[in-house]
């Protein structure tokens, strides 16, 4: 956890639930879930994180969009990218994390019909074994 900047108004709008899906694509969510983890601890941040987006998918009428374990499998990913090479801000941090702002980052753990299946968006799935992930 660092506290070396203010949370961007962005980042306060989303922890108010204030926010819609049109103006918050995949940069956003990566800004967000960088300056939450900056601010809370990962406990904390994951809980809020997580119903944010679960929030703002209600509101844009599409609840099933959520997944549970993308959100936490993102945010985990992220904080340990921070905890290893800690930077002063988001920009330094996506310079260091390009592979970050791809949406399939996650094959690496998960197979595409594990991290999209039901189950997948109600409860958090551990990683697959890398074996089987193809």
């Known amino acids: 956890m660092t506290d070396t900047q203010p949370c961007s108004d962005l980042t306060q709008s989303f922890e108010a639930h204030d926010i819609g899906d049109a103006c918050f694509g995949h940069r956003e969510h990566l800004l967000v879930a960088f ?9 904390d941040a994951a809980s809020i994180y997580a119903r944010g987006i679960q929030s703002m998918a209600a509101k844009a009428g599409i609840p099933d969009k959520f ?10 990913l992220i904080a ?6 800690p930077v002063s801000g988001f920009d330094a ?22 991290l ?9 799935l551990m990683p697959e074994p890398q074996a089987s992930v193809g």
């Open 93 to 114: 941090f996506a310079g260091q994390n390009p592979d970050l702002f791809s949406r399939d980052v996650l094959s690496k753990w998960y197979a595409p019909d594990r």
């Open 35 to 43: 300056e939450l983890l900056g601010k809370y601890e990962f406990i």
């Open 116 to 124: 999209n299946s039901e189950a997948a968006r109600r409860v958090f």
């Open 80 to 85: 340990e990218r921070m905890a290893a090479h």
């Open 67 to 76: 997944n549970l374990t993308i959100t936490y499998a993102f945010l985990s």
